[in-house]
């Protein structure tokens, strides 16, 4: 079975400090996508990252981190230094079956509030 | 302009009626796809094409129908509205190669009463 869990429900933390999302993934898929998307208080959904299942190099995008680890099927993405506008709800996704379908399996999100 | 518009943004409509919701987009990709979220559940598929003349049914299709009148348009009916099909409504669109991109339009928000 395809699933991807988002155990935090909701998080708040204080401008500044740093910020752990987390993401659980199952497939039983050797070749996957996993995904980050950001869903402001508007309600669109902003891309954020896109890695495949072969590319376990951590990526660093500004204040942005995320961690793939295989191992442990996570996914985790860090924001260092939160902001007011990080407050949003952020999604974790698996992108399943053959790749580059699109189909995208989603996490229940967790929502960040950020407060000054 | 955004990639994928999606109309309406809102709507509010009662049990029983039909309601359509239209996506068009301009990046000239072959994949579209219609998503609903709903408040714990993250997005779940409805409906996805692959071009023109090819429409699947995704994880959540009961109660929905699409047409995908050209590549550009990919519209989603509710034939006979529920208070249970009250959501968020996302069209996405990719272009189906290695390392592509999913794009979301901005959402369409129904409520059914």
């Known amino acids: 079975a395809q699933k991807v869990t988002q155990a935090q429900t909701e998080i708040s933390v204080v401008e500044k400090e740093d910020v752990t999302l987390d993401c659980v993934y199952e497939?039983?898929?050797?070749?996957?996508?996993l995904f980050w998307y950001k869903q402001p208080p508007s309600g669109e959904l902003v891309f954020l990252i896109r890695r495949n299942s072969f590319d376990e190099q951590n990526e660093i995008s500004g204040r942005y981190s995320w961690n793939f680890q295989k191992s442990t099927s996570s996914f985790n993405f860090t924001i260092t230094a939160s902001q007011v506008v990080d407050s949003a709800v952020y999604f974790c996704a698996l992108e399943h079956g053959s790749s580059n379908t699109g189909k995208l399996i989603f996490g229940q999100g967790t929502t960040l509030q950020v407060k000054p | 302009d955004a990639d994928v518009t999606q109309t309406p943004r809102n709507r509010i409509t009662k049990t029983g009626k039909r309601i359509m919701l239209e996506c068009s987009q301009t990046k000239g990709h072959d994949r579209m796809y219609w998503y609903r979220q709903d408040p714990g559940l993250g997005l779940r598929l409805i409906y996805y094409s692959f071009d023109v003349k090819d429409i699947n049914k995704g994880e959540i299709s009961d109660g929905y129908s699409v047409s995908r009148q050209a590549q550009a348009k990919f519209s989603l009916s509710l034939e006979s509205a529920i208070p249970n099909q009250t959501a968020l409504y996302f069209c996405?669109?990719?272009?189906?190669?290695?390392?592509?991109?999913?794009?979301f339009g901005e959402g369409s928000w129904l409520t059914v009463v």
């Open positions: 996405a669109t990719s272009d189906g190669t290695v390392g592509n991109t999913i794009y």
């Open positions: 497939t039983r898929d050797t070749t996957y996508y």
